[in-house]
């Protein structure tokens, strides 16, 4: 499954260290999903590919689980749409 997932900073005011967070993020989620940072401006785009069986509720769970790490916790997960259900990677063909 791919997944785009909008995490935004608890606070009205955008964050100056956005891009660096964004990387935290990555590093926090499971190691078996493919990540990539979309974006890191002000809110953080992440793209994960899961590959794994995951519905959305569970990596919404994992994500929020992620974001409570003490280095991230000033963000909260906005967002998280289903881009394809059971479609290749573009990138593997």
């Known amino acids: ?12 005011k955008a964050p100056k260290n956005s891009p660096v967070d964004g990387v935290r993020i990555l590093s926090l989620l499971p190691a078996q999903w493919r990540k990539e940072l979309v974006s890191a401006n002000g809110e ?8 794994d069986g995951a519905t959305a509720a569970q990596v919404r769970v ?13 963000w909260r997960l906005a967002t998280c749409d289903i881009l394809a259900i059971g479609h290749p990677d573009p990138r593997r063909q």
């Open 44 to 51: 953080i785009v992440v793209r994960v590919h899961t590959d």
């Open 62 to 74: 994992k994500v929020t689980a992620a974001l409570t790490a003490p280095e991230v916790s000033h």
């Open 1 to 12: 499954m791919l997944v785009e997932l909008t995490i935004k900073h608890i606070t009205p």
